[in-house]
C-alpha cells in the first residue's frame, strides 16, 4: 500500500464517520454542516462517493 492509498482511506473513513453523526445528529444536513464548517457541497458529494463504493464493494444493491 502506497502513501496515497492510505491517505485516501484515511479520507473515506473520516468522511463515513462524518456522515454517519450528520445523521444520528437529527439535525438538517445544511445545518449541521453550517455547525461543522463543512461546505455542504462537499458532503453530498462525499456521500454520493461513498454510496458508490458500497454499490461496488457489495456492500448494498443499487436500487
Do not use: F, H
Request: aromatic content about 8%; proline content about 3%; glycine content about 4%.
Amino acid at each position: 500500500m502506497d502513501i496515497q492509498s492510505i491517505n485516501d482511506d484515511i479520507k473515506t473513513r473520516q468522511w463515513v464517520e462524518r456522515i454517519k453523526a450528520c445523521r444520528e445528529s437529527g439535525l438538517p444536513v445544511r445545518k449541521w454542516c453550517k455547525q461543522n464548517n463543512i461546505c455542504e457541497q462537499t458532503y453530498y458529494c462525499w456521500l454520493k462517493k461513498l454510496r458508490k463504493m458500497a454499490i461496488e464493494t457489495g456492500a448494498v444493491q443499487a436500487p
